[in-house]
Antibody, heavy 118, light 110 residues
Framework: VQMVESGGGVVQPGGSLRLSCAAS????????LHWVRQAPGQGLEWVAF????????YYADSVKGRFTISRDNSKNTLYLQMDSLRAEDTAVYFC????????????WGKGTTVTVSS | QSVLTQPPSVSAAPGQKVTISCSGS????????VAWYQQLPGTAPKLLIY???KRPSGIPDRFSGSKSGTSAALGITGLQTGDEADYYC???????????FGTGTNVTVL
């Protein structure tokens, strides 16, 4: 079971970036998924959550209206579209799979780094 | 911002026991299971405890979890230098419809 993030990089304030998370080793379409981030030297911050079928999404207040979580079950891939980026969005972004019919995160990717700077 | 409160740090000598507390509210810990995550320096978090007390395969029984009302705790017995890490509690908040993490606790083995 593996989750691998990609798409991080350096972007200017106000810019956009799309993160991807490729999953393998399990039936992707059966599980809900999270994005979690960690700013330098800080704790974990939950970002977004999507149901197994993509029908419902939930967001932290800090990203609501700017970030969009989505998934393509035919490609076993999770996405995070990040628009109107701010300096405070600078962080390592992790994707994580949930346990069966649960919210807890049982498999995590290694993370991808997003830096918002001019 | 975190809505689950943890002590910033705990420490003990090798072989000893530490307990990390996690305090929440009726809308999060009071209604939902707690999970605990371990983050070793420079690595991704790893699930330690789920559904309050259960350990995933491969997690030693030195790690244990408990929950009562709006508080939870993680216990680590037989402390080892390899246990030096940051530990986070986490759960769903049913009123806010968000997942919440604790503020995090750094464990130091003296």
């Amino acid at each position: 079971v593996q989750m691998v993030e990609s798409g991080g990089g350096v972007v200017q304030p106000g810019g956009s970036l799309r993160l991807s998370c490729a999953a393998s080793g399990f039936t992707f379409s059966n599980f809900d998924l999270h994005w979690v981030r960690q700013a330098p030297g800080q704790g974990l911050e939950w970002v977004a959550f999507i149901w197994y079928d993509g029908s419902n999404q939930y967001y932290a207040d800090s990203v609501k209206g700017r970030f969009t979580i989505s998934r393509d079950n035919s490609k076993n891939t999770l996405y995070l579209q990040m628009d109107s980026l701010r300096a405070e969005d600078t962080a390592v972004y992790f994707c994580a799979k949930t346990g069966p019919r649960s919210y807890y995160m049982d498999v995590w990717g290694k993370g991808t780094t997003v830096t918002v700077s001019s | 911002q975190s809505v689950l409160t943890q002590p910033p740090s705990v420490s003990a000598a090798p072989g000893q026991k530490v307990t990390i507390s996690c305090s929440g509210s009726s809308s999060n810990l009071g209604r939902n299971y707690v999970a605990w995550y371990q983050q070793l320096p420079g690595t991704a978090p790893k699930l330690l405890i789920y559904d309050n007390t259960k350990r995933p395969s491969g997690i030693p029984d030195r790690f244990s979890g408990s929950k009562s009302g709006t508080s939870a705790a993680l216990g680590i017995t037989g402390l080892q230098t390899g246990d030096e890490a940051d530990y986070y509690c986490g759960t769903w908040d049913s009123s806010l419809n968000v997942y919440v993490f604790g503020t995090g606790t750094n464990v130091t083995v003296l």
